[in-house]
């Protein structure tokens, strides 16, 4: 009906045409993509990753089968942003309960960084 055989265009042909209507296609040498949701991290090992620009609009495809985990139990270096505890209210919590920093960081991030339920909790 179509040329028959392949089932798909070739490659070549296809990069070719998307240039043509100003489409960029790179690949991107990813080692691991987390995409983060509410109920749980779907971790992407070794994925393939195609971004297309499109006149300035970014598109990223992830290929792969990811594995999916406990939200936030992929750490990473930083902290998120949501669980951060200040320096300071750990040491004021440590202080008023007279526990160790890593006593007081526990209870203030069982409450959710509420200072005066970490106190109460420690005492």
């Known amino acids: ?6 089932g798909g265009l070739n490659p070549r042909k296809m990069e070719q045409m998307m240039q043509q209507m100003g489409i960029d296609v790179d690949d991107i040498e990813a080692e691991e993509v987390i995409i983060r949701t509410e109920e749980y991290d779907l971790v992407f090992g070794d994925p393939e990753v195609t ?3 499109a006149r300035g609009q970014e598109t990223y495809q992830i290929i792969g089968s990811p594995e999916e985990v406990e ?3 992929t750490g990473g270096d930083t902290d ?5 505890i200040p320096d300071d209210d750990v040491e004021l919590v440590a ?3 007279d526990v ?3 006593e007081a960081r526990g209870a203030l991030e069982d409450n959710d960084g509420d200072l005066a339920a970490a106190i109460s909790d420690l005492e």
Do not use: N, P, Q, V
């Open 51 to 53: 971004k297309m620009d």
């Open 1 to 6: 009906m179509f040329g028959g055989g392949g």
């Open 95 to 97: 202080t008023r309960a």
């Open 80 to 84: 998120d942003a949501g669980s951060a």
């Open 100 to 102: 160790s920093e890593d």
């Open 71 to 73: 939200a936030g139990s």
